[in-house]
């Protein structure tokens, strides 16, 4: 009764409709279920039954299989073509289990043979139940995303967020690109996205038309920065065969994107200064100064302001940059857009794996929520294409997520502890258990549960289990 208990208080509102042509289940089933709390809406005929969706809707129906004229399959059929939302488990007095299984190819969530036992119906519901809600879920967060796109918002600002916090950043963006000579200091941790921002700012300009350039300071040797970054003549130094130009010179017209700009030498800064100043650069080996006409947008994750305390950057450079500053919010920070972001990938993933995975399990939504994401956007964009790989089955479980359990893991239940009785979980449990013991043979696991093989097969496509 526990666990019975533990439903009862999570959704005491669940609007019921029972359809059978038997008085006794009326009153053993339903008499249950309004016992509980339930709304629960009768109809002893599939004609009845579609009057009484029509007039009061239903979250869940439950229906009998053999009924005088129209029988529960041609109902779920109905339904089905009439509600999107509400879900069908039959029951059946004739163990008639092929019909029942040919339902559920139809679309019906669960099917149970008469008698009916009452905890099995109540984890059924449960778990019917939260299906709905996950699919409910990723439907909302869908239309948010695609919303995003039909109006143009998500490929302008290359943000995909309804945070308050990326709101600010796209009021941001979109002042700062129209003032195509200021220079932008774009501050936030590493896989926040200031390279995005950056590329946002460039194509929502004057200069979108013209190239973007981006250039990670840190992953160029110091000897070779000031080549990369102003170009060469022939023999400047060893292997010099002939004149380069820099991408000062190459972004011609467009936008420059100085990466992690604090990792430049005092030697490299002080030569930005100067291009910056007189907006011409010369180059290694040259005698002549070149004009640029170039827009430069930089980004670190480090305290500037700390590191020209320490000598380590320079104060008349940092002025310059900082013309206009954005500083990015860590995910951590901006609410459900981890979850928009969430199913942002999981669809771009599951079409390029093609793999037909589509909704996020609550459980796993939570664990998502709560986790303070150290590499923000990119750990998180990794983490769900590695779920999808690991992904058997329509959901992605906290099975895919089994790291995030190590990090902040209060309130998160353990299964063998005592702590949650999630029914679904414990049905679960016992599927893999029975299969461990009887070495993965379907048969005789299902003899052990004491179910068909057929109810078996489902439950572990229903779960995921190879």
């Known amino acids: ?206 200069r979108a038309s013209a190239p973007f350039i981006a250039v990670n300071c840190t992953a160029i040797p110091e000897t070779l920065l000031e080549s990369e970054l102003f170009g060469h003549e022939r023999g400047a130094f060893t292997d010099a065969r002939e004149a380069r130009k820099g991408v000062f010179e190459l972004g011609a017209g467009g936008t420059l994107f100085l990466d992690e700009v604090g990792d430049m030498s005092i030697a490299s800064q002080a030569k930005v200064l100067r291009a910056l100043e007189e907006r011409t650069v010369r180059r290694v080996g040259g005698g002549r100064d070149i004009p640029v006409n170039v827009r430069i947008v930089s980004a670190t994750h480090q305290d500037l302001r700390g590191l020209i305390a320490a000598g380590r950057f320079r104060q008349d450079l940092y002025f310059r940059l900082n013309v206009f500053t954005i500083q990015l919010p860590p995910l951590r920070e901006r609410g459900d857009d981890v979850l928009l972001l969430a199913y942002h990938f999981l669809k771009q993933f599951a079409a390029d794996l093609r793999k037909e995975v589509s909704r996020i399990e609550p459980s796993a939504q939570a664990l998502l929520r709560r986790y303070p994401f150290p590499g923000n956007v990119r750990e998180l964009r990794n983490l769900i294409e590695r779920a999808v790989i690991l992904c058997e089955g329509a959901s992605l479980t906290e099975r895919e997520f089994a790291d995030l359990t190590h990090h902040g893991g209060e309130g998160l239940g353990n299964p063998d502890d005592g702590s949650s009785l999630d029914l679904a979980q414990i049905e679960e449990r016992a599927i893999r258990e029975a299969l461990r013991r009887a070495d993965g043979s379907q048969t005789e696991a299902a003899r052990h549960l004491g179910i068909g093989h057929d109810a078996l097969r489902y439950r572990m496509k229903r779960y995921g289990i190879a």
């Open 1 to 206: 009764m526990a666990a019975q208990s533990s439903f009862l208080t999570q959704d005491p509102s669940l609007k019921l409709l029972l359809v059978d042509d038997e008085e006794v289940i009326h009153r053993s089933v339903g008499g249950f279920l309004e016992k509980m709390g339930y709304i629960v809406l009768h109809a002893d005929s599939a004609e009845g039954g579609l009057r009484a969706f029509e007039e009061q809707g239903a979250d869940i129906v439950i229906s009998d299989v053999k009924m005088p004229g129209m029988d529960g399959i041609e109902l779920l059929r109905e339904l089905g073509r009439r509600s999107e939302d509400t879900e069908v488990i039959l029951i059946t007095g004739h163990g008639d289990v092929d019909t029942a299984v040919a339902a559920l190819r139809e679309g019906a969530f669960d099917f149970f043979r008469k008698p009916v036992r009452l905890e099995e119906l109540i984890a059924c519901l449960q778990r019917t139940r939260r299906y709905q809600e996950v699919r409910r879920e990723r439907d909302r967060i869908q239309r948010r995303l695609e919303a995003l796109m039909r109006s143009g918002e998500a490929e302008k600002r290359r943000m995909i967020g309804e945070s308050r916090a990326v709101q600010r950043v796209t009021e941001l963006i979109q002042k700062v690109a129209q003032a195509e000579r200021t220079t932008v200091l774009i501050q936030g941790e590493s896989g926040t996205g200031k390279e995005l921002v950056a590329r946002a700012i460039h194509e929502g300009s004057a």
